[in-house]
């Protein structure tokens, strides 16, 4: 009989170690920011993404361009209405990005990002790209938290600019 209740005493330990385990997964991928996401959990604007974060979802959309253009096309969600009214449909800003100077960001080798310049409601940050040929290029992102519509208090990009190479790697 005592050997059977260390068994059950073993058992409901390590039933105890998996369950804190699993909470302990499940509130680490909370602190992930995701973001809203699409039906395919794909990132999406939310109000609990960062300036930062939205950059860099870009920037790794981009890196990650696949023949289908997935990447920029994660990209143009993150654009803001604005943006999107001087760039125009999704066609057109694929063909605007997969041409120079912006076709550098598809399939980059890597990014290096300054500081985030947040000023209230705007945001500013200069993204050095080594392309896949290992060239370097600076953009500017400019960023501006939405204050109405459905993306209501969502970061969402204003413009791309490409810049010489010795921008400032720190906004003021």
């Not at 009989?1 to 804190?20: D, E, G, H, T």
């Not at 499940?26 to 109000?47: C, M, R």
């Not at 960001?105 to 705007?122: C, I, K, T």
Request: aromatic share 6%; with cysteine.
């Amino acid at each position: 009989m005592r050997s059977r209740c260390v068994a059950l005493r073993i058992k409901y330990a390590w039933a105890v170690v998996a369950l804190a385990l699993m909470i302990a997964a499940l509130n680490g991928a909370a602190a992930i920011p995701a973001g809203a996401g699409t039906q395919d959990d794909e990132p999406a604007p939310s109000p609990a993404l960062t300036a930062s974060d939205v950059v860099r979802i870009q920037v790794e959309a981009l890196r990650g361009n696949t023949p289908s253009n997935k990447g920029i096309e994660i990209t143009y969600r993150f654009a803001s209405p604005g943006n999107k009214e001087y760039t125009g449909p999704l066609t057109r800003f694929i063909d605007m990005v997969s041409a120079a100077p912006y076709d550098r960001l598809l399939n980059h080798r890597r990014a290096e990002y300054s500081p985030m310049a947040v000023d209230g409601d705007q945001a500013r940050q200069v993204v050095m790209i080594i392309d896949a040929a290992g060239e370097e290029t600076a953009y500017i992102w400019v960023l501006s938290r939405q204050t109405d519509g459905s993306f209501k208090d969502c970061w969402m990009t204003d413009a791309v600019i490409p810049a010489e190479p010795s921008a400032p790697r720190k906004l003021t």
